[in-house]
């Protein structure tokens, strides 16, 4: 069993930034072992891919629509990743997820159906 408990969100200018963290906490696993993944869910539509970083940190994918403004990253010594937020725009407001891929995948997955275990979410609004 793995529990992920998000935190950092809030409510922010357009422009600003914000840094989400992901704290996991797994009985029996080893938190280095396992992809990370951060999705997000705007109100109406569906959950969307937005990064996610290999098991090892070397690895990492983007969406497109965030790709140069924000950065995942891990410390395996916290069992924590991270989601650093720059130049936030409205339409970035959503309730944002981590999720743990149990895989030992080289290059982590983008598909939300691959992923083991998700947290409750935390919720980020940028105002224009």
């Known amino acids: 069993q793995v529990q992920l408990v998000e935190s950092g969100g809030g409510l922010v200018q357009a422009g600003g930034s914000l840094r989400l963290s992901c704290a996991a906490a797994?009985?029996?696993?080893?938190?280095?072992?396992?992809?990370m993944g951060w999705f997000r869910q705007a109100p109406g539509k569906e959950r969307e891919f937005v990064a996610a970083?290999?098991?090892?940190?070397?690895?990492?994918v983007y969406a497109d629509s965030v790709k140069g403004r924000f950065t995942i990253s891990r410390d395996n010594a916290k069992n924590t990743v991270y989601l650093q937020m720059n130049s936030l725009e409205p339409e970035d407001t959503a309730v944002y997820y981590c999720?743990?891929?149990?895989?030992?995948?080289?290059?982590?997955?983008?598909?939300?159906?691959?992923?083991?275990?998700w947290g409750q979410g935390t919720q980020v609004t940028v105002s224009s």
């Open positions: 999720a743990a891929d149990l895989q030992m995948r080289l290059i982590p997955t983008i598909r939300p159906s691959e992923y083991d275990y």
């Open positions: 797994a009985s029996g696993r080893t938190f280095s072992r396992y992809a």
């Open positions: 970083v290999s098991w090892s940190g070397v690895n990492t």
